[in-house]
């Protein structure tokens, strides 16, 4: 039987058997819909709004800022849209963004422009980095919202988050940040850090899919775009996922509890697996900054290797591993971060991500080593790219 080892985490994360175990009753036994105002309905609500807390709590921000959504996506579609059609009235119409968001922040970017808005998509470094002289020079009268992210989730690259939400307060432009891959291992309070909006999300940090929030900071003008009984105090209309907010709520209480111990050892399994490679395996790079990036994540390029083939040739040896970011995997495009950060397309092309979790151990990153060794050096030898580098 193959060995199975899971190194994919930044795209989903299984379910920690604690946080499905406070779940399991909202399936079955408090079922309740939260506007009820039965006593079931009410139970349920309850316990929504004590995961609200939890989250809030975990943040620094106050639980009424708290809007629960299905998804990442989704409260980063909310940010962006939300506030560019609240201001309107403000006749603010710019909107900066950089070269490496996530899907749903760029393809939102996109659409807002076809609806009249201007955009500006920073550059970044070749470590993918934002510098925050770039950014007060793209600010003008103009500007709205300046959307961020936190920790890149194919690259791991940490932005300095407080230091540009400083610089958006300083012009009086609002900030969003997506820290779907930061939060829980990387300390946050949205006050200190200058942050107006947040977007985080369950199935990242072992709670269950299909739900995420957005923090949204008090002073923040923003409009739902989806419509209905006003759930969500107006903002997120659509019968409340109890269970999954529960899980949610359950999960950021753990990573609360074990947060900072967890993170310490995801960072030596890391570098760990950064160094083996590096060391064993000639023509590679890390890709990202070799320091301030998360904890969990590794994103190599393998010269002359295809990341498709080297994807599948670990899979076929029972190690589960992406070539960038899950949502867009399927594309044949090169990353438009890697390209971003200053790859060739044959580089991006040969980039894969390696992200470790919960249940990751040392002898996982060994086995992983052994066998990235063999396979590419296997690949290589019909590549017509590779010229022993």
């Given at each position: ?48 709004e ?6 809030a709590?975990f943040?620094?921000?106050?639980p ?6 299905s998804?990442a ?20 119409n ?106 985080a ?85 890390l ?25 599948m ?31 060739k ?18 002898e996982?990153?060994?086995?992983t ?21």
């Amino acid at each position: 039987m193959v060995k199975q080892i899971y190194l994919d985490y930044a795209a989903t994360t299984p379910v920690d058997p604690r946080v499905l175990k406070l779940m399991m009753p909202f399936f079955t036994k408090k079922f309740g819909n939260t506007m009820s105002l039965h006593r079931l309905g009410q139970e349920a609500n309850n316990s929504v709004e004590d995961a609200r807390k939890i989250i809030a709590d975990f943040i620094g921000a106050s639980p009424e800022e708290i809007v629960f959504t299905s998804s990442a996506s989704e409260s980063n579609n909310l940010a962006l849209k939300g506030t560019a059609f609240a201001n309107k009235i403000r006749k603010k119409n710019h909107i900066i963004v950089t070269k490496i968001e996530h899907d749903c922040v760029m393809e939102s970017a996109h659409w807002l422009q076809q609806q009249g808005f201007k955009v500006t998509y920073l550059t970044v470094d070749k470590f993918g980095l934002v510098d925050p002289e770039e950014l007060k020079k793209a600010i003008n009268s103009n500007t709205l919202l300046v959307s961020i992210i936190h920790g890149n989730n194919e690259i791991g690259s940490v932005q300095d988050i407080k230091k540009i939400g400083k610089i958006c307060h300083d012009h009086n432009v609002y900030f969003h940040t997506d820290a779907s891959q930061s939060i829980g291992k990387i300390p946050i309070n949205v006050k200190e850090m200058n942050i107006d909006m947040l977007t985080a999300s369950s199935h990242k940090i072992y709670g269950p899919k299909g739900v995420a929030c957005l923090y949204v900071n008090k002073r923040v003008l923003i409009e739902p775009i989806i419509h209905g009984g006003g759930h969500e105090k107006g903002l997120r209309s659509s019968t409340t996922n109890a269970a999954g907010i529960v899980g949610f709520g359950a999960a950021v209480d753990i990573f609360n509890k074990e947060g900072k111990k967890e993170t310490l050892r995801l960072k030596g399994l890391r570098d760990s697996l950064i160094k083996k490679i590096l060391k064993n395996i000639k023509g590679t790079r890390l890709n990202g900054h070799p320091v301030s990036r998360l904890a969990n994540n590794v994103n190599i390029s393998f010269i002359g290797v295809e990341g498709e083939s080297l994807t599948m040739e670990l899979d076929f040896n029972g190690i589960a591993v992406s070539t960038g970011s899950a949502c867009s995997s399927k594309t044949l495009e090169p990353s438009h971060v890697l390209t971003a950060c200053g790859l060739k397309p044959e580089e991006a092309h040969g980039s894969i991500r390696f992200s470790i979790g919960r249940w990751t151990k040392e002898e996982d990153i060994d086995y992983t080593v052994k066998t990235l060794i063999k396979v590419v050096n296997k690949l290589r030898q019909f590549s017509p790219f590779y010229h022993g580098k």
